[in-house]
């Protein structure tokens, strides 16, 4: 497809894209023709390294050959089912899943996105404690697709929603790198924990129902709450009665290093997860997971959730080969392989580069922030852009990301199956880049 007709297409039939979005300008960028393990190609035959893993569902690698398989020996059986009827790759997902599932969430239920899975989520938490209010990070992307879900995506301004959902409110994110109270950890002692729920129990307007959060904040900035932090917030919900959601949309299934995201902090326990992304190895599918007692609470007040595609047998059926990938292939092991090899090579480049301020994450969700100066911690947004726009140029593909209006963290998702070869390969390419930017910046 060649550039004129790409541009009168855009022009004429798609939507424009919000320029201070991070799909603003993707008119521009390279247009994607094929994609095979951690290499997508656009329309000029060009290779890039993925880096972001699609739209971070693409975590086993696009097309993963197994996953091919179950899709292509499904179709041929049954795409489509009721969901008012009992389909078998449903059941045989159910109880793959449930198996999986750290005691004592054993229940699932299927969606189809992530966001229909926070909403479904939410829903449930009311439904089981009969609260309402509910709280979480006020870096926090949890979905785009409903009022709910934006509603508690802080780090998207709230107000270009016009209007949000009642009872939902945000508390400080656990940012230690730019502490909003200017304290250190461990001395301070969770103050901002201490502070943002002084501050949401003035606010509640009701019994409140849950706090939700990932156990590694993404989109909001690669975020890694410190020691401890889950466990009171543990505390902290069960002293309210309330229920805790941990969005596993993009830290489960091994990404961390670990089958789930908060399974890095021992003794924390949700009582609701979501997964999404790369559950279904890039087929749509999403879960809600809970317990048993959840479950039979919320469904005596009349909870359901549902979609028309939600327990469909070919997604069902990628849902349960994907989990047997990351299983067999012990991709939580190559994840925290791929952590260590990554961080090896970030250790290196920023005793060179004074722009790399901070390096954190866990598994294959890693997050580089940028600052003009290590002192003052000045944002390199600048900066930033002008590494993103060399590497794309070199081949190597990610997203910038950041706490509300910042942009100057680099988020590196490789797929879990990235060779050696691939992730020494992009480091080479960061590695120019961030040179590239120093030089011009010293110029």
């Given amino acids: 497809m060649d550039a004129k007709r790409v541009r009168s297409i855009v022009e004429k039939w798609m939507f424009p ?12 960028r390279p247009i994607l023709a094929r994609s095979k393990g951690s290499i997508v190609v656009d329309t000029n035959g060009k290779e890039y390294l993925d880096f972001q ?38 059941l045989r997902l159910h109880e793959r899943l449930g198996r999986l599932l750290p005691k004592p969430l054993s229940k699932s239920l299927f969606l189809v996105s992530g ?8 829903d449930l938490a009311r439904k089981a404690t009969g609260g309402l209010d509910v709280i979480g990070f006020h870096a926090a992307l949890h979905g785009s697709t409903s009022y709910l879900t934006r509603s508690v995506t802080f780090n998207w301004d709230r107000r270009n929603h016009s209007i949000v959902a009642p009872a939902t409110q945000s508390i400080l994110t656990p940012y230690c790198y730019r502490c909003p109270l200017n304290l250190k950890f461990p001395g301070c002692k969770l103050q901002c924990l201490t502070t943002s729920l002084e501050m949401a129990d003035a606010n509640f307007t009701s019994q409140p129902a849950a706090f939700i959060g990932e156990p590694v904040l993404s989109a909001g900035g690669v975020i890694v709450p410190p020691p401890g932090y889950y466990e009171a ?7 309210r009665g309330m229920l805790l ?8 299934l091994g990404k961390t290093g670990k089958l789930f995201g908060f399974q890095h902090e021992e003794g924390v326990t949700p009582d609701i997860i979501t997964i999404s992304k790369h559950f279904g190895g890039g087929f749509p599918i999403s879960a809600v997971c809970s317990t048993a007692p959840v479950a039979e609470a919320a469904v005596k007040n009349g909870y359901f959730a549902t979609r028309s595609h939600a327990t469909d047998p070919l997604a069902c059926a990628a849902g349960e080969e994907s989990l047997d990938i990351v299983v067999d292939e012990d991709l939580s092991g190559r994840a925290a392989h ?21 390096v954190r994450g866990r598994g294959v969700l890693l997050g580089i922030e940028l600052v003009t100066d290590r002192r003052s911690k000045a944002p390199a947004n600048k900066q930033a852009q002008a590494v993103f726009e060399h590497c794309l140029s070199a081949g190597l593909i990610f997203q910038l990301r950041g706490v509300r209006k910042l942009k100057n963290v680099i988020r590196l998702v490789p797929p879990m199956t990235a060779t050696d070869a691939e992730v020494d390969r992009a480091m080479g390419i960061l590695y120019d880049a961030l040179s590239k930017v120093t030089r011009a910046r010293a110029a």
Avoid: W
């Fill in 245 to 252: 959601i941990l969005d596993e949309s993009q830290t489960g």
């Fill in 53 to 90: 893993s699609g739209q971070m569902a693409a975590a086993l690698g696009h097309q993963h050959p197994r996953i091919v398989a179950a899709i292509e020996k499904t179709m041929k059986v049954m795409m489509h089912a009721s969901n008012t009827m009992l389909n078998v790759p449903r």
């Fill in 115 to 122: 966001s229909d899975a926070i909403e479904a989520a939410i």
């Fill in 233 to 239: 917030i543990r505390k902290a919900c069960d002293a």
């Fill in 17 to 28: 894209t919000e320029g201070g979005s991070y799909m603003g300008g993707l008119e521009r």
């Fill in 338 to 358: 791929i952590e260590r090899r990554i961080r090896r090579a970030l250790k290196r480049m920023a005793k060179e580069f004074e722009l790399i301020g901070d």
